[in-house]
């Protein structure tokens, strides 16, 4: 069965400063990878997929991350943070058939200026 | 282009009391589906659609029925509301083809 991990319930930079978070996955096949990031009392906005192809993927506000078969990984990462970019991000994987996408429990970003 | 709607945005239900939650996207997508989201274990599968008249359960069915007589609807049963169906719902629709899925507002439901 797919699962997804984030081992970072809480993470806290300043602004300004680089960021990471970490997503690793469990899934038979190949993965569709996708991190979210939802706003306090917001729907899910996607930042960026990874379908196949380029294992370094660049998404929306900067953010990219880099599918990495052989650690089963696909982190998050951003080079300067931004005090808007506070809000929660989900690692997510994904099969081809239907919408079923499983979701890591989240990690929560603050950013301290 | 509204994308996924849903309604309500909140709502506060007795417990046993019955309601539908409602889904309608206008992207002609035919995969759809419910997730609940509880605070540190992110959104979970309720139940899915690949297409009209096709439905099957995700990892937490149970107490949730679901129905899809047409590509752009997808309601959300509670049969009968237990506290522990609190949370947040979000309904999500997807083009089949390699896509990813697009998620409504989110309907913040309290069963007391």
């Known amino acids: 069965a797919q699962s997804v991990t984030q081992p970072d319930i809480h993470i806290t930079v300043s602004e300004g400063a680089s960021l990471e978070l970490r997503c690793n996955y469990s899934y038979g096949a190949t993965p569709y990878l996708f991190w979210y990031v939802q706003s306090p009392g917001q729907g899910l906005q996607l930042l960026l997929k990874y379908f196949s192809g380029d294992t370094l993927v660049q998404g929306i506000k900067g953010f990219e991350a880099e599918f990495k078969r052989s650690q089963s990984s696909f982190n998050l990462r951003k080079p300067s943070v931004h005090w808007s970019d506070a809000a929660e991000y989900f690692c997510a994987v994904g099969s081809g058939y239907g919408n079923k996408l499983v979701f890591g429990a989240g990690t929560i970003l603050r950013v301290k200026s | 282009n509204a994308g996924v709607t849903q309604t309500p945005k909140f709502q506060v239900l007795k417990t046993g009391q019955s309601m539908t939650l409602q889904c309608a996207q206008d992207?002609?997508?035919?995969?759809m589906s419910w997730y609940r989201q509880d605070p540190g274990m992110g959104l979970r599968l309720i139940h899915y659609s690949v297409g009209a008249g096709i439905t099957d359960q995700g990892e937490v069915p149970n107490g949730y029925n679901v129905s899809r007589s047409t590509t752009e609807d997808f309601p959300l049963r509670l049969l009968s509301a237990a506290p522990s169906q609190t949370s947040v719902y979000f309904c999500?629709?997807?083009?089949?083809?390699?896509?990813?899925?697009?998620f409504g507002q989110g309907t913040r439901l309290t069963v007391v």
């Open positions: 992207m002609n997508h035919e995969y």
């Open positions: 999500a629709s997807r083009h089949k083809v390699n896509t990813e899925a697009f």
